[in-house]
């Protein structure tokens, strides 16, 4: 019998073995942080301090009294210099807190007994400490963690998928902390009553598949399911039916089906939080592509440039040709203009690729030669929907279902004429949000 897997869906080239065995490295301390007060989905925080001001690493920098929210705090030590906008990594400015270091080093130690912890002081230790969706959404984790009155949840999935080509910090923080990722699983599981946990992981990664089964031991509330490698199997969609064999319908949530799904790195922020009193400060980041020097898996501090990672690369391959940075991998990364920009909560990789920027931006005529509906894990149009979007044919846009679109760019990665399908349904749905903004301010 074939693995657990879901329909449609493609195999595109990993690259994974570029950094899939490397250790995790401790990033060099940085000297400088830019930390955005919206580096999550929902609302921003407001700034806590000003110019001048002294801080502590770990102590709170940004907050605000907003359910969907997670608060931000200084990732090093050091004296606030400037509180401003600046670029970030997911293409817009944000404001944001710039803190000189002192280079002073604080060490993060403790235990926590589960046993004693009540579900809402979880809760609350997760909202405190900042913690979001470390597999790139990075939506606020407390908030999943509090699923409406009369709203049963009876499993924790974790995703330890990472099908995003080039990417491994998540693979590496299963082979490298098992012990962590299963124990902030309890505690997730603690927090919503959940009587099963579950471990999705890819079989493209014997090492990390291994190291939590033997973490989860004998305990007989948590398995390990083994899934096809496949693109998007780490969609939260795709992971439910994959390794539960339930449907999502369409608008509707992971908690409409039982389930709350979280990323393996969330489970050690947990952790971290609950044992160390740590607040989601640094974050495992791959670092790789055709156009590093020395690709690797680092821990850097938030906050950090992008062009501070590199560097610690060995910088780039040849600096005189062109490049493309992504804030994550190749399917749904985020291009980047400047690599001033800081890594965020959400960065799980910085891909570097020595491609020819102008030529891949080039597209042809649709051949309607339908693959990109054959591979579409959502069941969707994406050749109506990509033309719809580019026109601004709202109606028909929202009629063929673009918002059910999860983005996952398996539609521009198979089609023969290189049209940047996922890019126009990005379009299409920001467009019908300002319409249907001026709509209701219109009255
Ligand atoms: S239309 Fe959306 S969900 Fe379907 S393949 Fe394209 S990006 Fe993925
Ligand atoms: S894969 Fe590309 S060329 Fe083929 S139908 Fe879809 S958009 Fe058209």
Same mark, same amino acid.
């Given at each position: 019998?074939?693995?657990?897997?879901?329909?449609?869906?493609?195999?595109?080239?990993?690259?994974?073995?570029l950094?899939?065995?490397?250790?995790?490295?401790?990033?060099?301390?940085?000297?400088?942080?830019?930390?955005?007060?919206?580096?999550?989905?929902?609302?921003?925080?407001?700034?806590?301090?000003?110019?001048?001001? *002294?801080v502590?690493?770990?102590?709170?920098?940004?907050?605000?009294?907003?359910?969907?929210?997670? #608060?931000?705090?200084?990732?090093?030590?050091?004296?606030?210099?400037?509180?401003?906008?600046?670029?970030?990594?997911?293409?817009?400015?944000?404001?944001?807190?710039?803190?000189?270091?002192?280079?002073?080093?604080?060490?993060?130690?403790?235990?926590?007994?589960?046993?004693?912890?009540?579900?809402?002081?979880?809760?609350?230790?997760?909202?405190?400490?900042?913690?979001?969706?470390?597999?790139?959404?990075?939506?606020?984790?407390?908030?999943?963690?509090?699923?409406p009155?009369?709203?049963?949840?009876?499993?924790?999935?974790?995703?330890?998928c990472?099908?995003?080509?080039?990417?491994?910090?998540?693979?590496?923080?299963?082979?490298e902390?098992?012990?962590?990722?299963?124990?902030?699983?309890?505690?997730?599981?603690?927090?919503?009553?959940?009587?099963?946990? *579950?471990?999705?992981?890819?079989?493209?990664?014997?090492?990390?598949?291994?190291?939590?089964?033997?973490?989860?031991?004998?305990?007989?509330?948590?398995?390990?399911?083994?899934?096809?490698?496949?693109?998007?199997?780490?969609?939260?969609?795709m992971?439910?039916?994959a390794?539960?064999?339930r449907?999502?319908?369409?608008?509707?949530?992971?908690?409409?089906?039982?389930?709350?799904?979280?990323?393996?790195?969330?489970?050690?922020?947990?952790?971290?939080?609950?044992?160390?009193?740590? #607040?989601?400060?640094?974050?495992?980041?791959?670092?790789?592509?055709?156009?590093?020097?020395e690709?690797?898996?680092?821990?850097?501090?938030?906050?950090?440039?992008?062009?501070e990672?590199?560097?610690?690369?060995?910088?780039?391959?040849?600096?005189?040709?062109?490049?493309?940075?992504?804030?994550?991998?190749?399917?749904?990364?985020?291009?980047?203009?400047?690599?001033?920009?800081?890594?965020?909560?959400?960065?799980?990789? *910085?891909?570097?690729?020595?491609?020819?920027?102008?030529?891949?931006?080039?597209?042809?005529?649709?051949?309607?030669?339908?693959?990109?509906?054959?591979?579409?894990?959502m069941?969707?149009?994406?050749?109506?929907l990509?033309?719809?979007?580019?026109?601004?044919?709202?109606?028909?846009?929202?009629?063929?279902?673009?918002?059910?679109?999860i983005?996952?760019?398996?539609?521009?990665?198979?089609?023969?004429?290189?049209? #940047?399908?996922?890019?126009?349904?990005?379009?299409?749905?920001?467009?019908?949000?300002?319409?249907?903004?001026?709509?209701?301010?219109?009255?």
């Open positions: 019998m074939g693995l657990k897997t879901f329909e449609r869906g493609i195999h595109p080239s990993y690259y994974k073995e950094t899939a065995s490397m250790r995790v490295e401790k990033g060099l301390h940085p000297k400088t942080v830019i930390i955005p007060l919206g580096q999550h989905a929902g609302t921003p925080c407001e700034p806590l301090v000003k110019k001048g001001d *002294i502590e690493e770990g102590q709170k920098i940004g907050d605000v009294k907003a359910f969907v929210s997670a #608060p931000v705090h200084a990732s090093i030590s050091g004296k606030v210099k400037d509180v401003d906008f600046y670029q970030t990594p997911v293409g817009m400015k944000a404001l944001s807190v710039v803190i000189e270091g002192d280079s002073s080093v604080k060490e993060w130690t403790g235990t926590a007994d589960l046993a004693a912890l009540s579900p809402e002081a979880i809760r609350e230790a997760v909202r405190e400490a900042g913690i979001v969706g470390m597999g790139g959404a990075a939506f606020p984790t407390s908030v999943k963690l509090a699923p009155k009369g709203r049963a949840i009876d499993t924790v999935l974790l995703n330890g990472e099908c995003e080509p080039f990417l491994s910090s998540d693979h590496r923080v299963m082979a902390e098992p012990d962590k990722v299963i124990w902030g699983l309890r505690a997730l599981m603690k927090a919503v009553g959940a009587q099963n946990g *579950i471990v999705g992981v890819e079989d493209n990664k014997p090492d990390a598949l291994e190291a939590v089964k033997r973490a989860a031991g004998a305990d007989s509330a948590i398995k390990i399911c083994v899934l096809e490698t496949k693109y998007p199997q780490g969609a939260e969609k992971l439910i039916k390794a539960l064999g449907k999502v319908p369409l608008g509707k949530l992971p908690l409409d089906a039982g389930v709350v799904v979280n990323n393996v790195g969330t489970a050690v922020a947990v952790f971290e939080a609950l044992n160390y009193k740590k #607040p989601l400060i640094e974050r495992v980041v791959t670092v790789s592509g055709d156009g590093i020097m690709p690797k898996n680092l821990k850097v501090r938030l906050g950090v440039t992008f062009e990672v590199i560097a610690q690369c060995g910088g780039l391959k040849d600096a005189s040709k062109e490049v493309e940075v992504l804030n994550g991998g190749p399917m749904m990364g985020i291009a980047q203009t400047t690599i001033a920009v800081p890594v965020v909560k959400g960065t799980s990789g *910085i891909t570097v690729l020595s491609q020819d920027a102008a030529a891949a931006l080039k597209y042809n005529p649709c051949i309607r030669c339908a693959r990109c509906v054959e591979a579409c894990p069941g969707l149009m994406p050749y109506k990509g033309d719809q979007g580019r026109t601004g044919m709202i109606n028909e846009f929202k009629e063929w279902g673009g918002f059910a679109c983005e996952c760019g398996c539609c521009s990665y198979v089609c023969p004429a290189r049209r #940047p399908l996922v890019q126009w349904i990005r379009v299409g749905k920001a467009k019908s949000r300002r319409e249907e903004k001026l709509a209701v301010k219109a009255g």
